[in-house]
């Protein structure tokens, strides 16, 4: 079992709050599916990025896999942040702006998943 420190919190802090946004991107949750139809993108580009999201907090918290989860977790908050920026509006940007920096601290302090 991984000692409880700040970091493992950190990085569990962000595995959940993807695997919220990937559930309710992927089912469909009103606000996410009204923003992916305010996209123009079909049903399974949604469930796709559900899926994503999902597959990021997995990887966060297996051993081993944090950097891949992170980096996951990077692309989809980069996407999410140009996507408000560009067609949705600034509302909610911040938090995908917040989820890109954390994924980018957790992708920094793992680098070295990517050698094993």
Known sequence: MPKLTAA?????????????????????????GA??????????????AGLMQVLAAVALM??????YGAALALAVSLCATVAH???LGWDGAPPA??????????????RADFQR
Request: cysteine-free.
């Open 62 to 67: 297996a051993p081993g896999r944090a950097a």
């Open 8 to 32: 493992t919190l950190f990085k569990a802090s962000l595995a959940l709050m993807m695997l919220a946004a990937g559930l309710a991107t992927a089912f469909g949750y009103d606000r996410m």
């Open 85 to 87: 920026a560009s067609v």
């Open 35 to 48: 923003r992916f139809d305010a996209l123009g993108v079909g049903d399974a580009m949604r469930v796709g």
């Open 97 to 110: 702006m917040a989820l890109a920096a954390a994924s980018a601290v957790i992708l920094a302090r793992n």
